[in-house]
């Protein structure tokens, strides 16, 4: 059984999931812990430090200039979780930000020029895998250590929304490709963001594109358009008030949804009105990878005092899962409902393993 964990009641799911305890079954939201499945070859360790990528070198089409500033991140309402806590002063240099997720188009790109495999598409590592788990894990079977990945399977009634199996679903075959499994295709999808894509694979592709995954200072910033203490990317107004303003579940969650914003699963890019910075789809339709590595405590070490560029915690912790290596999403989804979860607030972290890929997880670029 595979976990979509919802630690803080929304995470990203887990492929180590498969391995744990029949029954046991962790919070999931709308995101969940992806598992930690193993290392895509020539993506492991020192490769995977930030590039530095100037802007002679990388193409700012399609990106937009986030000026240098100070900001206010973390908490900014009575929904924050305390990995949220304390909000505090951030300092960033200016930088470019793609103005929407990557997209299926451009991710194909990438593939046609580099032939590059992503890790939905390799069978799974048990030997990688188990590095994540309790020491004395049982190998899984290996029906289950297939090239795979988490798709969305809507209920038809009302769920124990403790029970992530209510609604995911691990299918051999799903990638970026097939976003949904066998069956479905991404033809005629070109402007929709790329999803089934492991931190692995944004990183592959973020350095052909002379580019890099945004920190997760970088990505506040960004998604606050310029507001002060503000709740979403547009100011406070509730998600379920006024004009829809992103494509999240409305209604009922896992089970109905009532399509006030006009979309059941993803939204092609640019639906919405953009934040203040110019910035497409920074509250709802995919979760977004960046940089950092995640740690629950993280903003506790830096206090209240200011902190300039901060590029997240050294060592990756979530009391969840600790024995997991995690990366920060953020952003929220399509999938999430202010009644389970509210992954669409700016100051909203969450965290999945390096290895996770799902229907709604995907990303944008930076550059210096």
């Not at 992103?246 to 939204?267: C, H, I, M, Q, V």
């Not at 992954?343 to 890929?357: A, F, L």
Request: aromatic share 12%.
């Amino acid at each position: 059984m595979f976990l979509a964990a919802c630690g803080q009641h929304e995470k990203p799911v887990t492929v180590a999931a498969i391995a744990q305890v029949p029954g046991s079954k962790k919070k999931v939201c709308c995101e969940s812990n992806l598992p930690n499945r193993f290392k895509t070859a020539g993506l492991s360790g020192a490769a995977l430090t930030l590039p530095d990528t100037g802007s002679t070198h990388a193409n700012h089409a399609g990106m937009v200039w986030v000026p240098a500033g100070t900001f206010r991140m973390g908490a900014d309402n009575q929904q924050a979780e305390p990995d949220e806590y304390p909000k505090h002063d951030v300092s960033v240099d200016g930088f470019w930000i793609d103005k929407t997720e990557v997209t299926n188009a451009e991710f194909a790109k990438f593939i046609k020029a580099t032939g590059y495999v992503t890790t939905a598409e390799r069978k799974p590592d048990w030997n990688e895998l188990k590095k994540q788990m309790p020491p004395g894990t049982e190998k899984p079977a290996d029906s289950l250590l297939v090239p795979a990945s988490l798709v969305f399977v809507p209920a038809d009634h009302p769920v124990n929304l403790n029970d992530y199996a209510q609604w995911w679903a691990w299918k051999t075959g799903a990638n970026w490709k097939h976003p949904h499994g066998p069956g479905s295709d991404i033809k005629g999808k070109d402007n929709y963001p790329v999803v089934q894509v492991s931190w692995y694979d944004a990183v592959a592709y973020s350095k052909w594109a002379n580019k890099r995954l945004p920190t997760e200072a970088e990505w506040e910033r960004a998604a606050r358009g310029g507001l002060e203490d503000k709740v979403y990317p547009w100011d406070n107004e509730k998600i379920s008030e006024g004009q829809p303003k992103a494509n999240t579940w409305e209604g009922s969650f896992p089970y109905k949804n009532t399509r006030r914003d006009k979309f059941y699963y993803l939204a092609p890019v640019s639906s919405f009105k953009p934040n203040g910075y110019g910035l497409y789809d920074m509250a709802g339709n995919v979760w977004e990878w960046c940089a950092d590595l995640y740690n629950n405590n993280y903003y506790k070490t830096l206090g209240t005092n200011g902190v300039k560029n901060p590029r997240g915690a050294s060592k990756s912790y979530d009391p969840d899962e600790p024995y997991a290596i995690k990366r920060v999403v953020r952003g929220g989804s399509f999938l999430c409902n202010d009644s389970y979860c509210s992954g669409y607030r700016v100051s909203r972290r969450m965290k999945t393993t390096e290895d996770s890929g799902m229907e709604h997880l995907g990303f944008r670029c930076v550059s210096n």
